[in-house]
T-cell receptor, first 112, second 114 residues
């Protein structure tokens, strides 16, 4: 199946800093999704991307669908303490079904 | 709209037992997918149901099974539990359309196998 490589695995940053993370795939995707998971909760959908080259924002979050269709990027500007959590990229498994394959996640830790 | 609900939230079982987990999707959503989340393997797709039919299945043994009812509610069952089945089991619902793959997750069921 498709492998999603997400980096970095973890980030230790200061409050107010900008954050960048990325995800690469071994195969082409038609959709890229970014989720955030807080401890003890399910992942929450942050941004969905549907077109190569697309740049989409959700508040301080901006995500891009790479033009090769094999990568995607998520940026968080001016990080705040509630941004702490694990961020996952995901893409469809294909076959006309809704199942997703996920990256291993980027663990964001913010030092005040 | 109410979100995805899962019951129970926590479960403790012993090896060899079986367990049934329940998921109610967002109203109007016809697709329900199940995932297993562990620290070592991350989020792994189990199976997806749409209109009571399994449309896709991940690479898990036959001890893992599921079904979907006519009201789109879904259950998953794990028989002959093993220690390695301890995980957070997540259910996600979606519209089931082929153009979009947005899925919305419930809070999960934390299963501990002793």
């Amino acid at each position: 199946g498709q492998q999603l490589n997400q980096s970095p695995q973890s980030m230790f940053i200061q409050e107010g800093e900008d954050v960048s993370m990325n995800c690469t795939s071994s195969s082409i995707f038609n959709t890229w999704l970014w989720y955030k998971q807080d401890p003890g909760e399910g992942p929450v959908l942050l941004i969905a991307l549907y077109k190569a080259g697309e740049l989409t924002s959700n508040g301080r979050l901006t995500a891009q669908f790479g033009i090769t269709r094999k990568d995607s990027f998520l940026n968080i500007s001016a990080s705040i303490p509630s941004d702490v959590g694990i961020y996952f990229c995901a893409g469809p498994l294909g076959g006309g079904a809704d199942g997703l394959t996920f990256g291993k996640g980027t663990h964001l830790i913010i030092q005040p | 709209k109410a979100g995805v609900t899962q019951t129970p939230r926590y479960l403790i079982k012993t090896r060899g037992q079986q367990v049934t987990l329940s998921c109610s999707p967002i109203s109007g959503h016809r697709s329900v997918s199940w995932y297993q989340q562990t620290p070592g393997q991350g989020l792994q797709f189990l199976f997806e149901y749409f209109s009571e039919t399994q449309r896709n299945k991940g690479n898990f043994p036959g001890r893992f099974s599921g079904r979907q009812f006519s009201n789109s509610r879904s259950e998953m069952n794990v028989s002959t539990l093993e220690l390695g089945d301890s995980a957070l089991y997540l259910c996600a619902s979606g519209s089931g359309g082929q153009l979009y793959n947005e899925q919305f997750f419930g809070p999960g069921t934390r299963l501990t196998v002793l």
